[in-house]
């Protein structure tokens, strides 16, 4: 296939959409920036706090360029891919490597379920490690962690002791704090207490980040495309 066919094909490719919008970044380090959102449909895990079951399944196909022009006029340079699961999107990477391209820093939210090395250098993975009290802790891609790079972040969602204990076991065995930029641990809401969480954190000296969702508090928790 020659340069242009494969062009071709990679601007037709289509990825399955729940919705595009501008917000602001509500975790990792990036919380706080101007970001635009890509939210794919479709999800193969059931976390019991899922807080976008709405984007679990569903969506519309569009192709790899109408999405970078729904960007474009959105026009924001920092763009997160997230879903539902953006790598279950085999057009995924095309769609990572075209925004950089087009100027953008481009952040990964993602499951960890899926292989992440599929991404293009220089693509921020902000990966989940799913603890035992989300129900989904046995689909946790182990083998990701040592794809994981310097500016690369890894978040854990507690809704209880065990999970931070969990987190706390995963943090020391995979020296994570000396691997990515941040460790990220945030409470799942209305199941911890932010301050139990915290108290927990410093009474450990744990090397992570303590986060709040900060889109849950600027707009109603439930509100979607925010
Ligand atoms: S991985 Fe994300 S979208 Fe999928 S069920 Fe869990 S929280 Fe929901």
Same mark, same amino acid.
Not at 171 to 177: M, N
Not at 178 to 207: C, H, I
């Given at each position: 296939?020659?340069?242009?066919?494969?062009?071709?094909?990679?601007?037709? /490719? @289509?990825?399955? !959409? #729940?919705?595009?919008?501008?917000?602001?970044?509500?975790?990792?380090?990036?919380?706080?920036?101007?970001?635009?959102?890509?939210?794919?449909?479709?999800?193969?895990?059931?976390?019991?706090?899922?807080? @976008?079951?709405?984007?679990?399944?569903?969506?519309?196909?569009?192709?790899?360029? /109408? !999405?970078?022009? *729904?960007?474009?006029?959105?026009?924001?340079?920092?763009?997160?891919?997230?879903?539902?699961?953006?790598?279950?999107?085999?057009?995924?990477?095309?769609?990572?490597?075209? %925004?950089?391209?087009?100027?953008?820093?481009? %952040?990964?939210?993602?499951?960890?379920?899926?292989?992440? /090395?599929?991404?293009?250098?220089?693509?921020?993975?902000?990966?989940?490690?799913?603890?035992?009290?989300?129900?989904?802790?046995? *689909?946790? *891609?182990?083998?990701? !962690?040592?794809?994981?790079?310097?500016?690369?972040?890894?978040?854990?969602?507690?809704?209880?002791?065990?999970?931070?204990?969990?987190?706390? #076991?995963? !943090? +020391?065995?995979?020296?994570?704090?000396?691997?990515?930029?941040?460790?990220?641990?945030?409470?799942?809401?209305?199941?911890? /207490?932010? +301050?139990? #969480?915290?108290?927990?954190?410093?009474?450990?000296?744990?090397? +992570?980040?303590?986060? %709040?969702?900060?889109?849950?508090?600027?707009?109603?928790?439930? @509100?979607?495309?925010?």
């Amino acid at each position: 296939m020659g340069l242009g066919a494969h062009a071709t094909m990679e601007r037709s /490719e @289509t990825l399955q !959409i #729940a919705e595009i919008f501008k917000s602001i970044q509500g975790e990792s380090t990036w919380a706080g920036l101007p970001c635009v959102f890509v939210r794919t449909a479709g999800c193969n895990l059931r976390c019991v706090w899922c807080d @976008t079951a709405y984007a679990r399944d569903g969506g519309t196909p569009m192709t790899v360029d /109408e !999405i970078l022009q *729904r960007v474009r006029e959105l026009d924001c340079k920092l763009v997160e891919l997230t879903g539902g699961e953006p790598l279950l999107q085999a057009a995924t990477p095309v769609l990572a490597r075209r %925004l950089q391209e087009a100027g953008h820093t481009v %952040l990964v939210e993602t499951s960890g379920e899926r292989p992440i /090395e599929v991404l293009p250098e220089g693509v921020i993975r902000i990966m989940d490690l799913k603890c035992p009290d989300s129900g989904e802790c046995e *689909r946790n *891609r182990l083998e990701n !962690i040592r794809h994981l790079k310097r500016c690369d972040e890894v978040k854990f969602v507690l809704a209880s002791r065990r999970d931070y204990e969990w987190a706390r #076991a995963q !943090i +020391a065995a995979h020296e994570l704090a000396a691997k990515v930029n941040a460790v990220l641990l945030s409470v799942a809401f209305g199941r911890l /207490e932010p +301050a139990q #969480a915290v108290k927990w954190m410093l009474d450990d000296k744990l090397p +992570a980040r303590f986060q %709040l969702q900060a889109h849950k508090f600027i707009w109603p928790p439930e @509100t979607k495309g925010v």
